[in-house]
């Protein structure tokens, strides 16, 4: 049986760093003709994307089409050594052009669901090159670094604080909790029995972590982040959600994060601001009719968030 690639990935338990294809391409593909063996070789030759590395059925595979199927794999097979996975990913590719020729053979590509699949594979690869060609420009490093220089990097140190809550749906059952906390009941284990916010009662005793006030809803925020160290709330908080009843773990201030900590992050709001106004643009000029799927009728015209 052949190796394929998600075969290895389930193998596979030690990465090495991956190191570029054209160190490897002479020692991993190339014949006795092409490198010397010996303490006396010459370094690997770099090969040209062209390159070619196998013919099927007239059809050629190249080291450019290589390095693409490379690009598309998980990062963790991204970093297996290259002696094992441009093998094994060269396979794969010839057993795709088989399956290829096999399927037009058989006249797949000509049935109509076939066909319909093909389409909006097509689409997407469309859709996915013009969203590139719109967002990346917009991703260079000296963005990101702008987008920390104006958010992140002249900002004052911002407090956080470490809290736990009990969260009861009455005021009354928030009262009774209070009066049980003062006469010496354990905080966790009283969340753990009555708390409603099951997913930090029951995992961690009410412990919601370390936050920031915007992290939080305004009425819980302003209440705990004008309590201090050790406290437990001496009346119930009311939210949207309840009654809270808060103790106050920790109280630090945090100075802003390192360029390097929020790089991914920023990357991430600047792809969303410019897919976002892409979208935007591409809608422009757009005629968009809707149906209500009841009656087979138009739907009344309504403004978009695409329209400006």
């Known amino acids: 049986m052949r190796l394929t690639i998600s075969t290895l990935a389930l193998l596979s338990t030690t990465f090495f760093s991956f190191v570029p294809f054209s160190t490897y391409a002479a020692s991993i593909f190339s014949t006795s003709s092409t490198v010397s063996a010996g303490k006396n070789s010459s370094p690997s030759k770099t090969f040209s994307p062209n390159t070619l590395l196998a013919i099927v059925n007239g059809e050629k595979i190249t080291i450019a089409d290589l390095q693409a199927a490379l690009a598309n794999m998980p990062p963790q097979l991204r970093q297996l050594p290259p002696s094992m996975i441009y093998p094994l990913m060269l396979d794969q590719l010839i057993d795709q052009k088989a399956i290829l020729f096999a399927a037009r053979k058989e006249g797949l590509d000509k049935k109509p ?5 093909m389409a909006a594979a097509a689409n997407t690869a469309l859709q996915n090159a013009w969203l590139s060609q719109q967002v990346m420009p917009h991703l260079t490093d000296n963005a990101i ?20 809550q009990i969260l009861v749906q009455t ?46 809803v305004p009425a819980f925020a302003n209440a705990a982040f004008s309590m201090k160290k050790g ?27 390192k360029l390097d900590a929020v790089k991914d992050k920023i990357r ?11 979208v935007e643009n591409a809608m422009q000029g757009i005629k ?8 087979g009728k138009p739907l009344p015209a309504q403004p978009t968030a695409h329209k400006k």
């Open 268 to 278: 991430q709001i600047l792809f969303q601001k410019y897919g976002r106004a892409a």
């Open 171 to 216: 005021k009354a059952e928030a009262e009774s909790v209070i009066k049980k906390l003062k006469a010496g009941a354990d905080f966790a284990k009283l969340a753990a029995e009555v708390s409603k916010d099951k997913g930090s009662a029951h995992q961690n005793g009410g412990d919601l972590g370390w936050f920031r006030k915007s992290d939080m």
């Open 231 to 257: 406290e437990i709330s001496s009346t119930p908080v009311k939210s949207q959600y309840g009654y809270h009843i808060i103790q106050i773990l920790g109280i630090r201030m945090v100075p802003p994060p």
């Open 113 to 117: 669901d076939v066909q319909k699949l």
């Open 145 to 164: 670094k702008q987008y920390y220089e104006q958010n992140y990097a002249n900002k004052p140190p911002e407090e956080e604080i470490h809290a736990r």
């Open 288 to 295: 968009v009719e809707r149906f209500d799927p009841n009656t």
